[in-house]
Each structure stands twice: as structure tokens, then as C-alpha cells.
């Protein structure tokens, strides 16, 4: 059974930086894409970013691009996203998700992917 479970959220003021990261029990997230997705208050989930596993390729949301990036460390199994310039509109609860076959992030693309961590929360303000 596939477990992912997201940390590193936390309180932070505008401008700020936080580094997520996401690791798994049952499966090793090297093979298997990983998106990053986000739901605030009020709003329908939104995906934020997303690494292929094929050869790593990375995406992201309109919203976070040139603030965002998204990175692995194989050897920890470990998916890390990496938030600079925090916006009071960032903040929500941030999950870490993966599908059960394929190698994409069209899944990601399309809104959904199979599998879901229980989320880490994200605030930016003064």
C-alpha cells in the first residue's frame, strides 16, 4: 500500500521561503511521477508542480513559476519542492501525490493523480 507523507509546512511571512518534502513507505518515489498539489480555503485543489519519472522533468502551475522549483533525492526517497517568494495567495495545504502506473505528469495535468498524503499546511502572512 502506498503512504505518502508531506512535511515542512509552516507559518512564514511574505517573501519567505519554505522547503516541502515528501517521502513514501511501500514504494521507492524514483519511479514514479510525484506532484505537488494545493487546496486553500474556500478553493478547489490546485496543482502546483510536478516531476516526471522518466527523465525528470519538471512542470508547474502558472502561479508558482520562477518561485517554485521541484527536486529528488533518489538515495533519501525524498521530493522536495522548494518555495521562494511566498505570497499570502500560497498559502493552503500543500500534498504530495503520485499515480500507480506511468511515468507522466499528465495525470498531475489533468487535476488528479491516484495516491494523496494527508497534506502539510502552508501560511504566509505578516
Known amino acids: 500500500q502506498v503512504q505518502l507523507v508531506e512535511s515542512g509546512g509552516n507559518l512564514v511571512q511574505p517573501g519567505g521561503s519554505l522547503r516541502l518534502s515528501c517521502t513514501a513507505s511501500?514504494?521507492?518515489?524514483?519511479?514514479?511521477?510525484i506532484g505537488w498539489f494545493r487546496q486553500a480555503p474556500g478553493k478547489e485543489r490546485a496543482g502546483v508542480s510536478c516531476?516526471?519519472?522518466?527523465?525528470?522533468?519538471?512542470y508547474y502551475g502558472d502561479s508558482v513559476k520562477g518561485r517554485f522549483t521541484i527536486s529528488r533525492d533518489n538515495a533519501k526517497n525524498m521530493v522536495y519542492l522548494q518555495m521562494n517568494s511566498l505570497k499570502p495567495e500560497d498559502t493552503a495545504v500543500y500534498y504530495c501525490?503520485?499515480?500507480?502506473?506511468?511515468?507522466?505528469?499528465?495525470?498531475?495535468?489533468?487535476?488528479?493523480?491516484?495516491?494523496y498524503g494527508k497534506g502539510t499546511l502552508v501560511t504566509v502572512s505578516t
Open positions: 501525490a503520485t499515480d500507480a502506473f506511468g511515468s507522466s505528469c499528465v495525470n498531475w495535468a489533468y487535476g488528479g493523480m491516484d495516491y
Open positions: 516531476i516526471t519519472s522518466s527523465d525528470n522533468t519538471p
Open positions: 511501500g514504494i521507492e518515489l524514483a519511479n514514479y511521477p
